[in-house]
């Protein structure tokens, strides 16, 4: 059988602790693949945030420091700062991205920090129970608004556009989904080297599925990953 498995993976940590069908396995699978295809197994330092990121810890045999919620990016810039010629790979969700941490990521992008911040938008809080979050499109029913999330809260937060407007212009700024793991695949590698090759902050936004919380199957949560992108446009942010 055709070993498809990053070498990067820690396989003696598998499988996966995330729940079913969730997103994060092929985020972080395609991570792996960015990892060993630019050949920086040994030159990469990992965060993980609070939340169902957290869970990444032990996915890719990398070091990883697992830090307070919405702490990861700065930890990884005082991080840099001591270690330079490491690269730094920050890896969250949104409620830590553009929540309890949106100070600490708009500030890193307007510093230029060189760090590669990672975002996974399932649309939800779902460590917590897939309370409605800042991205959470209108109409949505999770355990915090019952009737459906109110149209007036927001057509739903657009981190990477925020981001790109306090950036450096050198800064590498995208969205990407689950829904193409190929271009999933592409913008990873391009985050990571625009922070090894240029020394400029990246960040990528990915849609995810969260089928658990979202209570579908793969083809509903695969439906909805698309309904997503309607509203959160994917590619390079310029």
């Known amino acids: ?64 420091i697992q830090t307070h919620h919405g702490r990861t990016t700065p930890l990884l810039v005082g991080y840099k700062l001591v270690k330079p010629k490491r690269i730094v790979i920050s890896y969250m969700g949104d409620g830590a991205a553009w929540g309890i941490g949106l100070q600490n990521t708009i500030h890193a992008a307007y510093r230029n920090n060189p760090v590669t911040v990672i975002v996974i938008n399932n649309e939800n809080f779902a460590m917590t129970g897939g309370q409605a979050s800042y991205t959470t499109l209108p109409g949505t029913i999770t355990p915090t608004s019952p009737v459906g999330k109110p149209a007036d809260l927001g057509s739903g937060f657009k981190g990477p556009e925020l981001i790109r407007n306090v950036a450096h212009k050198d800064a590498f700024i995208a969205r990407t989904t689950v829904t193409n793991p190929i271009h999933l695949l592409t913008t990873l590698k391009k985050a990571i080297m625009t922070q090894k090759e240029n020394n400029n902050f990246a960040l990528v936004e990915v849609l995810s599925i969260c089928p658990t919380n979202w209570k579908t199957g793969a083809k509903a949560s695969l439906d909805l990953a698309s309904e997503m992108e309607k509203v959160y446009p994917i590619g390079e942010v310029k």
């Open 1 to 64: 059988m055709l070993n498809t498995m990053p070498k990067s993976w820690n396989i003696e940590s598998k499988p996966h602790l995330f729940c079913p069908g969730c997103g994060h396995g092929i985020i972080l699978k395609q991570l792996g693949f960015a990892i060993d295809s630019l050949g920086l197994q040994k030159e990469i330092t990992m965060g993980v945030d609070i939340g169902c990121s957290l869970l990444a810890w032990d996915f890719l045999d990398v070091p990883t």
